[in-house]
């Protein structure tokens, strides 16, 4: 580690992917690259908490089978989610007799979980670890916001929760997209006490991580043809694009946010995606077939989370928020 | 990683601690080792989740100090806690600029964050890490069961959830408790829905991961001066000896567990302590203190977590739980 960077020697690689997306995601951009486009959001399930936990256990266990493993030959899932208690995650694991390492970041749980599982296997303490993570637009309603049963109108600053997930599988060798780095983020709260928009939340995190990134390895962004953010939408893009050009970085040519690209604009999304699942699925299908086939070589992947709860909302506080950054290469 | 335990070759350190907990808890067998025993469990904090986060910022600033270290010096913290969210660690580490990797295992949080950090450190990713978690006994109430000012009754198979938190501070050199190894825990599920008996619950968990340990380090319990498990109560540390010894395994002779000896025998808390905070404080304080003084000289520390949600219980859901070991020597 070199301040919040690690190096990863020994070039842990995504060997497989697999991904689930709700109906509404299926529209847009990520519709042809998924692995499982959803003909009902419900998922077969009776209430939208186990249609997320069916969702997460899906994809693992399609990562698991994409790679040609057994389920005993995976040493590790590092997976966490948006719920309360990760319960998503956990339930999931349950259906897997795997070590289970439960990790929360909020939305930026797939880089979080990735640059764990790189480590675990750069350091050789592990062979084949799963990282994954999914959310669910009406589980997150639901505990974060408002019933969708009570109909309540949505800001305009607001984003809309990602139905989907999405599963990696890292492994120590095999043909892949390579893990060479990750840039750990620090919590960064700039005040922001809307919690109808986290893209100008989380915003200061992912320009703190991405800063950081560059400075530590000495890199330009045009060493990447493409940095990726989770799901600041389209005002947190903007807002992230103004504060790292104020220190003198210029992402503007070459950032993508997969919240502002995974929906056709409908006027319901105002900003565009968010949720766990937003980055997961982005990253596990348009991103991963870009990287594998279409010319797409190195991309830094910034996962972005919001880390408040209704509780500390209610009680006056602002949005602490994070950034991880992992480097992908093909 | 041979199966799901990881030898630590570089032997990473926990080189300095800190405790701090509540009132009751003083009044047991802690009192004596806790380095802030609170006067009052508001620790000066207008509500039970601010206080909880104060803890927990209190002592990893604590271990910080105790290290002889400023804040900048540390690599990296780990840390998760009870409330939804991870709130408290969350919070806590916006006090600290430090790159902060949130982790979510319930009560079983200790024996996880330590092991990430051993991780790291043992893999030479960093060189300082703190490990911390807490809970706190009014917020766990709110949140989980019922506020305190209903005046519920406790049925007599529950726990009492502790109040306090504890902080390792993990480093690559230094004289302290070298982490030797880790065994890391799958999520086990007997089909248990009494929220209310969580002893019952996470004990399969504890035997689980203490039946694999031992099979995959081919060690016997008297190769240990101790095994310490989390907070599984009088009830659930029963229902472990029974589990293990049916597998052919004796630990009664050295068996302790967190939550069965943290308070002196009073009619409220029924089977003992539980919590993020419980195996926190009790290795933090006396465990610590009687391995580096008291002729203790290898642990095997078994947290364990039960990771239902009140919306997986509500829904019917049973409840899964996850057992992490670590092994300390002196």
């Known amino acids: 580690m070199k301040g919040q ?3 990863f020697k020994n070039r842990p690689k995504i060997v497989a992917v697999s991904t689930v997306a ?4 299926c529209k847009g951009i990520v519709g042809r690259y998924v692995e499982t486009a959803l003909q009902d959001d419900m998922f077969g399930e009776s209430t939208y908490e186990k249609a997320e936990c069916k969702m997460l256990s899906h994809v693992i266990d399609g990562a698991i089978t994409n790679a040609g493993l057994k389920r005993d030959e995976v040493d590790m899932l590092v997976s966490g989610d948006l719920l309360n208690q990760i319960i998503s995650a956990s339930f999931a694991a349950r259906d897997f007799s795997v070590p289970f390492l439960g990790v929360y970041g909020a939305c930026s749980t797939m880089a979080e979980s990735l640059a764990v599982a790189a480590t675990f296997i750069d350091g050789g303490y592990a062979r084949r670890v799963v990282a994954a993570t999914g959310s669910h637009f009406a589980s997150a309603e639901r505990q974060y916001r408002y019933p969708l049963e009570l109909g309540c109108t949505r800001p305009p600053q607001s984003q809309w929760t990602v139905t989907g997930a999405g599963a990696a599988l890292l492994a120590s060798e095999g043909d892949g997209i390579t893990v060479s780095a990750a840039t ?5 709260d700039y005040g922001i006490t809307d919690v109808n928009n986290m893209g100008a939340a989380m915003a200061p995190a992912a320009a703190d991580t991405i800063l950081t990134h ?4 000495r890199e330009d962004p045009s060493d990447y043809d493409m940095i990726v953010t989770g799901d600041l939408g389209a005002l947190g893009s903007r807002i992230l694009k103004d ?3 104020e220190k003198g970085l210029d992402i503007g040519v070459n950032h993508v946010d997969c919240g502002e690209i995974i929906y ?3 006027e319901d999304e105002f900003q565009g995606g968010s949720g766990a699942g937003c980055s997961a699925v982005v990253l596990n299908s348009y991103l991963y077939s870009k990287m594998m086939t279409g010319g797409l070589k190195k991309i830094l992947f910034v996962a972005t989370g919001a880390l408040l709860s209704t509780v500390s909302s209610g009680q006056g506080e602002s949005i602490p928020c994070i950034a991880h950054a992992v480097v992908l290469e093909r």
Chains 1, 2 share one sequence.
């Open 243 to 245: 504060l790292t050009w």
């Open 5 to 7: 960077t690690i190096f």
């Open 22 to 25: 709700g109906t509404k995601e």
């Open 264 to 266: 056709n604009v409908i």
């Open 184 to 188: 750990l983020g620090k919590v960064v």
């Open 214 to 217: 560059f400075r530590l390895t």
